[in-house]
């Protein structure tokens, strides 16, 4: 079975930076387009940043040229780089494959952005 576990998250300033982690296993993780994905209470879940298994990226227009996605197949990791965080980037965060997503999902990690 897939096992999704995200990491990183915290409380950070306005401007401030984080650099998530997404550990995976039970898979050939090299071969998956992955995904950071995140949700606001209240919100619907929403794709972030994805990468291909040749590393190839694509970003959510509210988030380009802030945060990077990238991939380490030797550590079966995926990480997603925040930088000049906003408070609307306040969400839980999670990864998952892109296209046709994993049926279970990891607990996420919260990123709260606050003065």
């Known amino acids: 079975q897939v096992q999704l576990v995200e990491s990183g998250g915290g409380l950070v300033q306005p401007g401030g930076s984080l650099r998530l982690s997404c550990a995976v296993s039970g898979t050939i993780f090299s071969i998956w387009t992955m995904g950071w994905y995140r949700q606001a209470p209240g919100k619907q879940r929403e794709l972030v940043a994805g990468?291909?298994?040749?590393?190839?990226?694509n970003y959510a227009d509210s988030v380009k040229g802030r945060f990077t996605i990238s991939r380490d197949n030797a550590k079966n990791t995926v990480n997603l780089q925040m930088n000049n965080l906003k408070p609307e980037d306040t969400a839980a965060y999670y990864c998952?494959?892109?296209?046709?997503?994993?049926?279970?999902w990891g607990q996420g990690t919260q990123v709260t952005v606050s003065s």
């Open positions: 990468i291909t298994s040749g590393g190839s990226t």
């Open positions: 998952n494959k892109m296209t046709s997503t994993w049926d279970s």
